[in-house]
C-alpha cells in the first residue's frame, strides 16, 4: 500500500512523495489522515531546517480508523474503537524505559528518548510519522484517543493545541492552599500575550475556568476581535501605544490598577517574554507557553 505525503527534505524542500506503507501490525493501527494543522515549530522546521530530515510534518492531525491490529480494542482511555471511527493522536511517544518514564511519568518532555510525530525521520520505520500524509500507522507506543461523534471530525485536529492552552492554564493554578490572590483562581484575571491559535485558545480555556477579566493582547484588529468572541472582556492594540507603554495601558483595566493576577506569553519571542515579566501586579504569576 502506497501513501501521497509531504516530505521536508534536508535542504528545506517540501516536496510531494510516494512513500510505502507497511501493513498495520497486530499493537497497530493505520489511519486515513483527514486533516493536519499547521503549527508554528512547523514552519520554523521549514525556514531553519530539522536535524531528521527527511520527515512527513504534521503533529496536529485527526484521522479516520481505516485497519485495526488484532491486539487493538481500546483507545488510550480504554474506549472501544472500530474502523470507522475518528482519532485524534498525542504528538509525543516516552520509551517507558528509561529513570524518568519510571519515576517521573507524568512529565514526558524528560524521557531520554522521546520521539515526536511530525519530527522523525521517514527513512525510519514505518515511515510514515506525520499528519501531513494521506495514511499515517500509529505504533503500539502511541497514544491516541476517539472523537467524540457530536465532535466535528475536522475539529479533532484542534485537540493538540487546546491541551497546550488548558496546560498553560492549568500551571497557572497554584497547588496546595494559596494565598489570597495567588496564581490563578476564579474572578481572577488573566492577560494573554498574543491572540494567535495558543493565545484564543487560552483565552477560552481562562475563560471556562472562571476567570473574571481576560485581557488579550495583540496588534492585529482580527486577532483581538476573534479574542472577544473566544471570552476575552477586554483587548489592548499594541499598535496604539508606543514601546512598554501597553502595560500601563493594561494595569489601568485591572480591579487594583497594578496589572493582571496572571500573565500567559502565547507569543513565542524573546521580547514578549521580558514584557511578560512586567506585566502582572507584583506577586502575580507568569507562564511561559
Known amino acids: 500500500m502506497e501513501s501521497d505525503a509531504i516530505v521536508l527534505t534536508e535542504s528545506g524542500d517540501l516536496e510531494r512523495r510516494t512513500v510505502e506503507v507497511d501493513d498495520p501490525g497486530p499493537d497497530q493501527v493505520l489511519l486515513r489522515v483527514e486533516l493536519s494543522g499547521v503549527c508554528g515549530s512547523d514552519v520554523h522546521m521549514w525556514q531553519h531546517g530539522e536535524r531528521d530530515s527527511p520527515v512527513v510534518p504534521g503533529h496536529e492531525f485527526v484521522g479516520i480508523v481505516e485497519e485495526i491490529g488484532a491486539d487493538v480494542a481500546t483507545d488510550s482511555a480504554r474506549r472501544p474503537i472500530a474502523e470507522g471511527d475518528v482519532l ?19 512529565r514526558p518532555l524528560t524521557c531520554n528518548d522521546r520521539d515526536v510525530h511530525g519530527f522523525r525521520s521517514v527513512e525510519e520505520p514505518p515511515h510514515l510519522h506525520g499528519g501531513m500524509s494521506e495514511y499515517f500507522l500509529l505504533e503500539d507506543r502511541a497514544h491516541f484517543y476517539r472523537v467524540p461523534d457530536a465532535l466535528e471530525t475536522e475539529l479533532g485536529a484542534l485537540v493538540e493545541p487546546l491541551s497546550v492552552a488548558t496546560h498553560a492554564v492549568e500551571r497557572a493554578q497554584p497547588p496546595g492552599l494559596p494565598h489570597a490572590r495567588e496564581g490563578l483562581g476564579m474572578g481572577h484575571s488573566v492577560v494573554v500575550q498574543g491572540a494567535g491559535p495558543i493565545g484564543l485558545l487560552t483565552v477560552a480555556a481562562a475563560t471556562t475556568v472562571g476567570a473574571g477579566q481576560v485581557i488579550a493582547v495583540d496588534m492585529i484588529d482580527e486577532r483581538l476581535a476573534m479574542a ?13 501605544h508606543d514601546g512598554d507603554e501597553f502595560i500601563d495601558a493594561i494595569a ?15 507569543v513565542g519571542h524573546p521580547s514578549a517574554f521580558e514584557q511578560a515579566l512586567e506585566i502582572p501586579h507584583n506577586g502575580g504569576t507568569v507562564v511561559e507557553v
Open 88 to 106: 485524534t493522536v498525542v504528538p509525543g511517544i516516552s520509551c517507558g524505559d528509561c529513570w524518568y518514564c519510571e519515576n517521573m511519568p507524568t
Open 228 to 240: 472577544e468572541r473566544f471570552g476575552a472582556t477586554d483587548t489592548v492594540d499594541l499598535s496604539e
Open 252 to 266: 489601568e483595566r485591572t480591579p487594583s490598577g497594578d496589572g493582571p493576577d496572571v500573565t500567559v506569553e502565547a
